[in-house]
């Protein structure tokens, strides 16, 4: 479901106690503002309430005073919540490598506004994609890799990110791993794809390697990066059944559909403030 684009976003999580739904939708009656859409979910194992509400503000809503009470509200449960304006766009660093297909289909998606984000940058560790990058109009940064100095590489990363008042990062298929310290400062803040393939295939063609296993179901993992490859916590995941007559070149095709539109669906999620983690997991609401 798409946020309406008159509404704000209140988020929260807390301890799992009694009242924590009545805290929040007491509170926003109170206010006089009217729920469009509310999600929320107690994880009995964690022993942790996350909630997720859209609403509509009445006249003479004052976003301070509302930030105050809430405060004041929710601080009894320890409850820690996220307002988000109506029409807020997060800006967005996108970096990839060669692979085309994952850039140019959220490059499309935020031109349409079926992504509401703004591409401050596209970087990359090498020039390829700069034409596709120039026809939006957005700012394309070539950092070559050096294997004996990657520190180097990611200090110019890192600055494009900082200076250009990036909230996400996505990894459109950037086949780089990023060093542990690069992941701490992206910290829930970076989104990465890649397949998903059963058995797994590591390592050079693995579409090859499941074509020569037989394999009958191809897929692709968004997950928010740390500094265990490709383990961070997921977001979204696709796939899609094939067959005997599905040859490698058929598989890579299928894969690249998947990894556009699971991605998509990631971003779409974490730019609407679905996303909520949960030590090493996440709530999507």
Not at 123 to 140: E, F, G, T
Not at 256 to 267: F, H, N, P, Q, S
């Amino acid at each position: 479901m798409s946020r309406a684009p008159d509404t704000w976003i209140l988020t929260a999580d807390c301890p799992s106690v009694l009242g924590t739904v009545d805290a929040v939708t007491r509170f926003l009656f109170e206010q006089g503002c009217y729920v469009t859409e509310h999600h929320s979910f107690d994880d009995r194992l964690s022993g942790r309430f996350f909630i997720r509400v859209e609403f509509r503000q009445p006249d003479g809503f004052d976003e301070q005073s509302f930030r105050a009470g809430l405060q004041e509200r929710g601080a009894a449960f320890g409850m820690i919540f996220e307002l988000t304006a109506p029409n807020y766009r997060p800006k967005v660093v996108i970096m990839v490598s060669k692979a085309d297909h994952c850039l140019n289909d959220l490059l499309y998606r935020q031109r349409i506004g079926q992504l509401s984000m703004d591409v401050a940058a596209v970087v990359s560790n090498h020039p390829d994609l700069k034409p596709l990058a120039d026809w939006h109009q957005i700012p394309y940064y070539n950092f070559p890799l050096d294997p004996n100095d990657k520190p180097s590489q990611e200090r110019q990363v890192w600055q494009v990110i900082e200076e250009s008042g990036a909230e996400l990062v996505i990894l459109a298929r950037y086949m780089q791993v990023l060093s542990p310290e690069l992941c701490r400062k992206l910290d829930g803040k970076a989104i990465n794809i890649h397949h998903s393939l059963l058995p797994g295939f590591k390592g050079a063609k693995p579409y090859h390697q499941a074509y020569n296993k037989g394999v009958k179901l191809v897929g692709a993992t968004a997950h928010y990066i740390n500094n265990d490859l490709d383990e961070g916590p997921i977001i979204a995941q696709g796939v899609e059944a094939v067959d005997h007559s599905h040859y490698p070149e058929d598989l890579i095709a299928k894969g690249r559909d998947i990894e556009g539109l699971t991605l998509a669906r990631a971003v779409g999620y974490h730019i609407e403030r679905r996303v909520f983690l949960n030590a090493n997991r996440t709530v999507v609401l």
